[in-house]
């Protein structure tokens, strides 16, 4: 079982998802058994925030002085799922998710869940910095969202 703590601090957040904490239950529930982590308490913690927080969060942990869509810290480095773990912190910011700004609710929040998906992913210990991990990452990152996609629908 997967338990999400999902903070906001940028109220824009509220105007696309309202119930954010059911939202991001009802991803992590959707997802394929192999992620569901059934008679495990696996924990995370999501932060819901914008451009100028995560720029600052890039540029102290990253060395890059720029924003991004999304930023993930592992607990530790590829560690194994015990009966009970924190698996590490999600930021997310609402700038990138909400380009172009004309888009759709359902738009945003394809995009929402994708990009929820890959910080995951990091989480539990898959990169992209040789081609090969990338390209492995993105098959884990389309099967879990086609799951959810499905299941959500």
Known sequence: MIDINVFSEEKAWTKRIKKKQIFFNNICKAFPKKYKF???KVSLSLLLSNNKK???????FRN???PTDILSFPHS???KILKKIYIGDIIISY???NQPKSQKIKDFKKKLIKTFIHGFLHLLGHDHIKNADYKKMLKEEDKIY???ILKLN
Do not use: G
Not at 54 to 60: A, E, M, P, R, Y
């Open 77 to 79: 480095e590829k560690s």
């Open 146 to 148: 086609q799951s959810v």
């Open 95 to 97: 700038n990138f998710i």
């Open 38 to 40: 059934l008679n495990k």
């Open 54 to 60: 995560i720029k600052k969060l890039n540029k102290i």
């Open 64 to 66: 890059k002085n720029k």
